[in-house]
């Protein structure tokens, strides 16, 4: 991992408390897996029928059929079980899933989140987002503050097509931690090394600034 997605992952981690049942979604969520205290009860959910994800598995020690939801070969924990799609939707949909920590290609000033697709690029499905964020009782959003043309990907109004409307709860980027509020979009921390003044250049959405703002390495 590069510094600024290890800031990313390392403080989406405080986002799960012990005894959680807890869904990463593909991409820079599954490195959460790796950083989540060894003393903590945690169940990872994968959409594609497993509940109780381990660590990656060592190099020669993977077993092809023991996958998660992004097609990545993973361990299963003492305790973990195995079911078909069905039921493992009917968890989500059923408000059993305590936190989702979901990547994210926009996230608007609203809470929009669109993750799913880009037009004209081929996609295999829209996976299990839609249901995540309508089903699970917290939505966490991690990504990088800017595209790699240094865009904003933390809009007024989303571009791309939505996952959903009004979903996410907390955003975490590289840069800022914000929550969403029914009086907007605010700030809450910053990232080492990131001021309040960076974020706002960085930033096409508007937001507030929390009068509790903290640094994320204080916590």
């Known amino acids: 991992m590069s510094d600024a997605r290890l800031a990313i992952v390392k403080r989406a981690v405080l986002e799960i408390a012990d005894g959680m049942n807890v869904n990463l979604g593909i ?21 594609n029928g497993l509940l109780g994800i381990g660590p990656y598995p060592l190099e020669g020690s993977e077993d092809p059929d023991l996958i998660n939801a992004g097609k990545e070969t993973v361990t299963a924990v003492k305790g973990a079980s195995y079911f078909d799609s069905a039921e493992s939707f009917a968890m989500i949909r059923g408000g059993h899933i305590d936190v989702a920590i979901l990547g994210g290609m926009e996230v608007s000033e609203q809470g929009d989140l669109a993750n799913w697709m880009i037009p004209g690029k081929m996609i295999k499905g829209m ?7 309508s089903g699970a009782k917290r939505i966490v959003v991690i990504m990088e503050h800017v595209n790699k043309h240094g865009e904003s990907k933390i809009k007024r109004r989303c571009s791309l097509p939505l996952t959903g409307s009004r979903v996410v709860n907390r955003l975490i980027t590289d840069l800022a931690v914000f929550d969403f509020t029914e009086e907007g979009m605010v700030l809450m ?3 080492q090394g990131a001021s309040v003044e960076e974020v706002r250049q960085k930033t096409e959405a508007s937001f507030t600034v929390s009068p509790d703002l903290r640094p994320s390495n204080s916590l």
């Not at 991409?27 to 790796?34: C, E, F, N, R, S």
């Not at 996976?127 to 964020?133: R, T």
């Open 27 to 47: 991409g820079m969520p599954t490195l959460v897996a790796g950083e989540i205290p060894p003393e903590f009860n945690v169940m990872l959910h994968s959409e």
């Open 127 to 133: 996976g299990g987002a839609m249901d995540l964020v």
């Open 189 to 191: 921390e910053t990232q």
